[in-house]
């Protein structure tokens, strides 16, 4: 289970056993709380003997420290000073939670020497703590029964010092908002496909209620008479109903455009028909990341009450090879009245985004919109699981995500679109073909979508090298990242909100 920290701030706090962590800037002679947490100057001579320098996320353990009333010193390391943004508090805090082993009680020294610790300075902190301390361990029945073990089941006491404790407190409410955001669509991502399908992911989504979410789910009559037929196709071969879930946050004025998040909720892909190899294929269950992202994102905007009209829509179906799933040759109409050939029904994802782009451009006529979705392989063999693609007919649109990226180190990478690029997806026999092959399979894939937005400003980011199984970090130890929710969250805190 996630390890439960209960975060508050104080202005000062006594040192009365348990771990004391203190930030030390590179250079400096003395790190945070170094008065109250080791009167002794333990510090110097241990810094001395295990050379540290106070290097960015470096740490000196001291336990038992003599003199001190704390039994473990931990302090870590910030780097210089004078370049820390924000990403680097939120590794710090993460860095902290890795120190927090057996600890009951935790108070963390926040104002070193040199280093200038803004109220949201304060609150990435410990939003890299709470990060951190996510684990999905949900369906392990054996855990070890050592002291370690049964004291991460208790709630562990952090307290963080620093002179701005107020306004640190205040910033934390909403740092504390994305992070129930990340683990909803962590455990979302994480969950195996036989609990969540798609009345039990519509189900989740509809929690969201009690935080002042509307939400509509569709059931497959409804999306039948709007004539989503492309959205339906994919869903024909499961014995499991699709779902189209409609939440909107209506937290800015009447009059305002909302702005609009869909994803792709594939909640298990075989690959249909055209079946996926057996090797790897487990991971399919994390086929609704987008889904999962915008659920994440939909939860932040209403936990902290964002001044903003958001519209969230999911797609949520399982794509099964049974005796009515659709064939490669099929021809299929989307609600636009756009006919498409099934070329290979493991290109089924973007069968599921364009009804529903559609039906959210053609409903609420947005500001803008942007699609998440696992969409291709072909985009980890370009960019690997450092960045996620970013497919855009908005230039404006894409330089705020791009921003928003960098600010949030869940970064970006625009990928090209064009005519050229557009031709490859026309079908002989329809409107088009929801492949163009193997050759530029990602972006042929957002070709298929702008089809479907019209004039709209809109991005497409394919975030299936980053959504899942990417590489653990300061911040992330689990399989599910959560990727898109505080990237989402940067970009309308920081543009669109009233």
Not at 119 to 147: I, Q
Request: with cysteine; net charge neutral; glycine share 10%.
């Amino acid at each position: 289970m996630s390890l439960k920290l209960a975060i508050s701030f104080a202005k000062s706090h006594p040192v009365t056993g348990g771990l004391a962590i203190l930030l030390a800037a590179s250079g400096a002679e003395q790190p945070a709380g170094a008065m109250e947490a080791d009167p002794a100057g333990v510090y110097a001579r241990a810094a001395k003997v295990g050379k540290f320098k106070g290097k960015a996320l470096s740490t000196l353990d001291i336990v038992a420290p003599h003199g001190s009333e704390s039994d473990r010193l931990v302090v870590l390391g910030m780097g210089k000073p004078d370049s820390l943004v924000a990403h680097d508090w939120l590794k710090a805090g993460g860095s902290a939670t890795a120190t927090l082993k057996g600890a009951e009680n935790v108070t963390v020294y926040l104002d070193a020497p040199g280093i200038d610790v803004t109220p949201k300075a304060a609150a990435d902190f410990a939003l890299g703590m709470l990060m951190r301390a996510y684990k999905f361990d949900t369906y392990k029945t054996k855990k070890k029964a050592d002291d370690d073990e049964e004291k991460a089941a208790k709630t562990v006491k952090v307290t963080l010092v620093t002179a701005g404790a107020a306004a640190a407190k205040k910033a934390f409410a909403e740092a504390e908002a994305i992070a129930e955001g990340v683990v909803l669509a962590r455990n979302l991502v994480n969950e195996p496909a036989n609990v969540l399908g798609p009345l039990e992911f519509a189900a989740k989504a509809k929690e969201l209620e009690k935080l002042g979410v509307e939400i509509e789910i569709l059931t497959e009559k409804e999306m039948a008479k709007l004539g989503m037929g492309a959205l339906l196709g994919v869903a024909q071969g499961s014995v499991r109903p699709p779902r189209l879930v409609v939440m909107q946050w209506k937290g800015g004025k009447s009059k305002d455009k909302p702005v609009a998040f869909v994803g792709k909720g594939v909640v298990f892909d075989t690959g249909g028909i055209s079946i996926k190899p057996a090797g790897g294929m487990e991971d399919m269950k994390g086929d609704m990341g987008g889904a999962a992202a915008v659920t994440g994102l939909m939860h932040v905007l209403a936990a902290r009450k964002a001044k903003v009209n958001a519209i969230g829509i999911l797609g949520l179906v399982e794509n099964m090879p049974d005796g009515n799933a659709q064939r490669p040759g099929d021809i299929v109409t989307s609600m636009s009245g756009q006919t498409i050939e099934v070329i290979n029904t493991d290109a089924e994802g973007r069968l599921v985004l364009c009804d529903a782009l559609w039906y959210c451009n053609d409903r609420f006529e947005p500001a803008f919109m942007i699609n998440l979705a696992t969409l291709t392989g072909a985009i980890t063999v370009a960019l690997g699981n450092q960045h996620a693609g970013l497919f855009s007919n908005d230039d404006a649109l894409s330089e705020k995500l791009l921003t928003a990226g960098q600010v949030t180190h869940e970064r970006l990478w625009r990928m090209p679109l064009g005519k050229e690029y557009d031709k490859m997806i026309d079908s002989k026999f329809a409107d088009m073909k929801n492949t163009g092959g193997r050759l530029a399979g990602s972006i042929t894939a957002a070709q298929f979508l702008k089809r479907f937005v019209k004039e709209t400003p809109w991005a497409h980011l394919d975030i299936a090298g980053t959504a899942m199984g990417s590489p653990n970090d300061e911040v992330n130890q689990s399989w599910g990242s959560g990727y898109g929710v505080r990237l989402l969250d940067e970009l309308v805190r920081a543009n669109y909100e009233s």
